[in-house]
């Protein structure tokens, strides 16, 4: 191949590059007139903290799992959950589209306007680039792993609408769990991890740089150890994501029902 090939086949990963830069590094908001049943939405709440996260299934409703009340993900189990609690609207339970939802929790469907609570509203990305993802500084808005077809998405969310998905853990089964499980169908087989959720993996991420940088670099520049940490932070997210992780497995959404009621019985 010669020069000018070689010239032709960067110009084009150029131009892919700064396509999924202008697309989804800068922000993924999406118009409501563009979504699609089978979309994985989210939208940030207090000032940016966290994402709640569901699957648009069309004619304006969601599909989301929450252990809050109203359905806008309130708790989280944490001492977070007083300041969140404090910033949210009562709103919810006045819709005339979902009725009253303010003692309601688990697997839920509202409509578009109460899932959002008065926030903006985002897609989540599959099958992206490592190189968009890595780009990516925060986690919980793309993942390298691929998008089952729009059927299946929709049949996972209807069916743990009416069976439910377990009890809510703000690492292991938050509401990016739910959305990410009815899109791909894994789910981690093993204990110790965390969950599916890139918000959970970029928090614990976080931490592991901060508290694992050799003690060495503290000897070196600021700058250099801020390199060193972010390129840790950065691995950690890569690594722990649901696309290139090998503790995950493909489960049916009726065996998941059935082991759940299994471990219940017993």
């Given at each position: 191949?010669?020069?000018e090939?070689?010239r032709?086949?960067l110009?084009t990963?150029?131009?892919?590059?700064?396509g999924?830069?202008k697309?989804g590094?800068?922000?993924?908001?999406?118009?409501?007139?563009?979504?699609?049943?089978?979309?994985?939405?989210?939208?940030?709440r207090y000032?940016y903290?966290?994402?709640?996260?569901g699957?648009?299934?069309g004619?304006?409703k969601v599909?989301h799992f929450?252990q809050s009340?109203?359905?806008?993900?309130?708790?989280?189990g944490t001492v977070l959950d007083?300041v969140?609690f404090?910033?949210?609207?009562s709103?919810?339970?006045?819709?005339?589209a979902?009725?009253?939802q303010s003692?309601?929790?688990?697997?839920?469907?509202?409509c578009?306007?109460c899932?959002?609570?008065?926030?903006?509203l985002?897609?989540f990305q599959?099958?992206?680039?490592?190189a968009?993802?890595l780009?990516?500084p925060r986690?919980?808005?793309c993942?390298i792993?691929a998008?089952d077809p729009t059927?299946e998405?929709?049949?996972?969310?209807s069916?743990l609408l009416?069976?439910g998905?377990?009890v809510?853990?703000?690492?292991k089964n938050?509401?990016e769990d739910?959305a990410?499980?009815?899109k791909?169908?894994?789910?981690?087989?093993?204990?110790?991890?965390?969950?599916?959720s890139?918000?959970?993996?970029?928090?614990?991420a976080?931490a592991?740089?901060?508290v694992?940088?050799?003690l060495?670099?503290?000897?070196?520049?600021f700058?250099?150890?801020a390199?060193v940490g972010?390129?840790m932070?950065?691995f950690?997210r890569l690594?722990?994501d649901i696309?290139v992780r090998?503790?995950?497995e493909?489960?049916?959404?009726?065996?998941?029902?059935s082991?759940?009621a299994?471990?219940?019985?017993?």
């Amino acid at each position: 191949m010669g020069k000018e090939g070689i010239r032709k086949i960067l110009l084009t990963k150029k131009s892919i590059w700064n396509g999924e830069m202008k697309m989804g590094v800068l922000s993924n908001r999406i118009c409501r007139e563009d979504l699609k049943p089978g979309d994985h939405i989210y939208s940030w709440r207090y000032a940016y903290i966290y994402a709640h996260h569901g699957i648009y299934i069309g004619e304006g409703k969601v599909i989301h799992f929450t252990q809050s009340q109203g359905g806008r993900e309130i708790g989280t189990g944490t001492v977070l959950d007083r300041v969140i609690f404090s910033s949210s609207s009562s709103e919810a339970s006045n819709c005339a589209a979902c009725g009253d939802q303010s003692g309601r929790c688990g697997v839920i469907s509202s409509c578009l306007d109460c899932f959002l609570a008065d926030g903006e509203l985002y897609l989540f990305q599959y099958a992206v680039s490592p190189a968009l993802f890595l780009a990516k500084p925060r986690g919980g808005t793309c993942t390298i792993a691929a998008s089952d077809p729009t059927s299946e998405v929709l049949h996972r969310a209807s069916f743990l609408l009416h069976n439910g998905f377990g009890v809510y853990h703000l690492f292991k089964n938050n509401c990016e769990d739910f959305a990410i499980y009815c899109k791909t169908g894994l789910l981690v087989i093993t204990r110790i991890s965390v969950g599916r959720s890139g918000q959970a993996t970029s928090f614990l991420a976080a931490a592991s740089a901060i508290v694992s940088s050799p003690l060495r670099y503290l000897t070196t520049s600021f700058s250099g150890l801020a390199a060193v940490g972010y390129g840790m932070y950065c691995f950690s997210r890569l690594v722990s994501d649901i696309g290139v992780r090998r503790d995950v497995e493909k489960v049916a959404v009726e065996m998941l029902i059935s082991a759940s009621a299994g471990c219940q019985e017993t």
